[in-house]
T-cell receptor
Framework: GAGVSQSPSNKVTEKGKDVELRCDPI?????LYWYRQSLGQGLEFLIY????????KSGLPSDRFSAERTGGSVSTLTIQRTQQEDSAVYLC????????????FGPGTRLTVL | QKEVEQDPGPLSVPEGAIVSLNCTYS??????FMWYRQYSRKGPELLMY????GNKEDGRFTAQVDKSSKYISLFIRDSQPSDSATYLC????????????FGRGTSLIVHP
């Protein structure tokens, strides 16, 4: 594809349910990042993948959050037992590989936890 | 105190105005500075980056860095309604993980 794609674009769930968010990076990009953007807040880093490994997962806010990447491509961010404070836009970005390479962002998944 | 501070605005200007967007930072390890533009319901896109102090110009956009004051600016000349967006500054920490630290973003509205 031409850019980073994310699905679903919107997700409404009930408190306590699990959700999975998907990211398809630009073909050939080995680095993949997940961020969270809450209302009035900047982008908050969650986790970084290089290939299928996650050298930096320091931003995951709790053990309810996990992510994986398979085949060096698609990544899934899973939030278990969702809470209302998890409501935010979850953004995925990919880059060629070096940490200094330009990150290209997807449109995000807007998660609302009722 | 957050490492990167940015006034969220909104900043409302008439078409054709010169816009000044600013960020301050506290971590002197930041050596590389970026500006992203984010339209509503879209992901951020890199607008400009600069490594050093001084000015960098790209069309109607000028990025300015003052490391002594830990202050960066983005100027937009001859602003257009299509410039209406949120502008985020970002700074990766050199020598560390290089994961960018983002400001909250400033919402800019350019009205015709």
């Amino acid at each position: 594809g031409a850019g980073v794609s994310q699905s679903p674009s919107n997700k409404v769930t009930e408190k306590g349910k699990d959700v999975e968010l998907r990211c398809d990076p630009i073909s050939g990009h080995t680095a993949l990042y997940w961020y969270r953007q809450s209302l009035g807040q900047g982008l908050e880093f969650l986790i970084y993948f290089q290939g299928n490994s996650a050298p930096d997962k320091s931003g995951l806010p709790s053990d309810r959050f996990s992510a994986e990447r398979t085949g060096g491509s698609v990544s899934t961010l899973t939030i278990q037992r969702t809470q209302q404070e998890d409501s935010a836009v979850y953004l995925c970005a990919s880059s060629l590989g070096s940490l200094t390479d330009t990150q290209y962002f997807g449109p995000g998944t807007r998660l609302t936890v009722l | 105190q957050k490492e990167v501070e940015q006034d969220p605005g909104p900043l409302s200007v008439p078409e054709g105005a010169i816009v000044s967007l600013n960020c301050t930072y506290s971590n002197s390890a930041f050596q590389y500075f970026m500006w992203y533009r984010q339209y509503s319901r879209k992901g951020p896109e890199l607008l400009m980056y600069t490594y050093s102090s001084g000015n960098k110009e790209d069309g109607r956009f000028t990025a300015q860095v003052d490391k002594s004051s830990k202050y960066i600016s983005l100027f937009i000349r001859d602003s257009q309604p299509s410039d209406s967006a949120t502008y985020l500054c970002a700074m990766p920490q050199a020598g560390g993980s290089y994961i960018p630290t983002f400001g909250r973003g400033t919402s800019l509205i350019v009205h015709p």
